[in-house]
C-alpha cells in the first residue's frame, strides 16, 4: 500500500530565503507525481507535475525533483515571498494517468515578512 | 472558463441527518474524482467516475455513502445518515483523460456534523 510523508509537517521562514519541502514515497512504481497548494479555506491548486520518466520539473520560482528509486521528491522554492505562504501537498499516481491520487498531510508554510 | 464548483461550501448538519454534495465538473472532463479529508489527516481518495460510470469505488467509507454522477455530467455524494466522524472536507476535482491528466480541484464542501 503506498504511503507518502512529507517532511516537515510546518516551516517557517524569513521573506527572501530559499527554502526545501521534502516528501518520499513507499512504492516507487509510480505514474506520476504532483505538487500542490492550498491556501487556507479554498481548494488545490497544482503546482508541478512531474511523470515518472522525468526527474524535474519548473515553473518559475520553484523546482520540483524527483528520485523514483529512492522514493523521493524536493520542492525547492527561490527567493520566498510572504505571498507562498500556505500548504503544500505532495501527492503520487499509481499506475496510470488516470488513477487515484495518494496525498501526503502536506506542508504547512509560513513566509514572515 | 468555470473551474471545478461544488455546493455547499460549508454546512453543519446533526447527526442522523443526511446531507447531499454537488460537484460540477469542468465541461468536457471524462473524470470525476471525490476525495475527502478529515481534520489532522492526509486527503483520501473516496471514488473515480469515468462519465457516469464508477471506475473505483474502493475508498468508500461504507454503506452510508452514496455517489452518483447523472448522464455523466455534475456528481453529488449524499451521506446517510451521517456520523461524527464524516466531518471533513470533500473535495471533488476532474480531469480530462489524455490531456497531460491534469486535474483540478474544487474548494471543497466543509461538512460538521454535530
Known amino acids: 500500500k503506498q504511503e507518502v510523508t512529507q517532511i516537515p509537517a510546518a516551516l517557517s521562514v524569513p521573506e527572501g530565503e530559499n527554502l526545501v519541502l521534502n516528501c518520499s514515497f513507499t512504492?516507487?512504481?509510480?505514474?506520476?507525481l504532483q505538487w500542490f497548494r492550498q491556501d487556507p479555506g479554498k481548494g488545490l491548486t497544482s503546482l508541478l507535475l512531474?511523470?515518472?520518466?522525468?526527474r524535474e520539473q519548473t515553473s518559475g520560482r520553484l523546482n520540483a525533483s524527483l528520485d523514483k528509486s529512492s522514493g523521493r521528491s524536493t520542492l525547492y522554492i527561490a527567493a520566498s515571498q510572504p505571498g507562498d505562504s500556505a500548504t503544500y501537498l505532495c501527492?503520487?499516481?499509481?499506475?496510470?494517468?488516470?488513477?487515484?491520487?495518494?496525498f501526503g498531510k502536506g506542508t504547512r508554510l509560513s513566509v514572515i515578512a | 472558463e468555470a473551474g471545478v464548483t461544488q455546493f455547499p461550501s460549508h454546512s453543519v448538519i446533526e447527526k442522523g441527518q443526511t446531507v447531499t454534495l454537488r460537484c460540477d465538473p469542468i465541461?468536457?472532463?471524462?473524470?470525476l474524482y471525490w476525495y475527502r479529508r478529515v481534520m489532522g489527516k492526509e486527503i483520501k481518495f473516496l471514488l473515480h467516475?469515468?462519465?457516469?460510470?464508477?471506475?473505483?469505488e474502493s475508498g468508500m467509507p461504507n454503506n452510508r455513502f452514496l455517489a452518483e454522477r447523472t448522464g455523466g455530467t455534475y456528481s453529488t455524494l449524499k451521506v446517510q445518515p451521517a456520523e461524527l466522524e464524516d466531518s471533513g472536507v470533500y473535495f471533488c476535482?476532474?480531469?480530462?483523460?489524455?490531456?497531460?491528466?491534469?486535474?483540478?480541484f474544487g474548494e471543497g464542501s466543509w461538512l460538521t456534523v454535530v
Open positions: 512531474i511523470q515518472s520518466s522525468q
Open positions: 501527492a503520487v499516481r499509481r499506475n496510470s494517468g488516470n488513477t487515484p491520487l495518494v
Open positions: 465541461s468536457g472532463h471524462d473524470n
Open positions: 476535482a476532474s480531469s480530462h483523460t489524455g490531456l497531460g491528466n491534469t486535474i483540478y
Open positions: 512504492d516507487s512504481a509510480i505514474y506520476n
Open positions: 467516475f469515468v462519465k457516469e460510470s464508477k471506475q473505483d
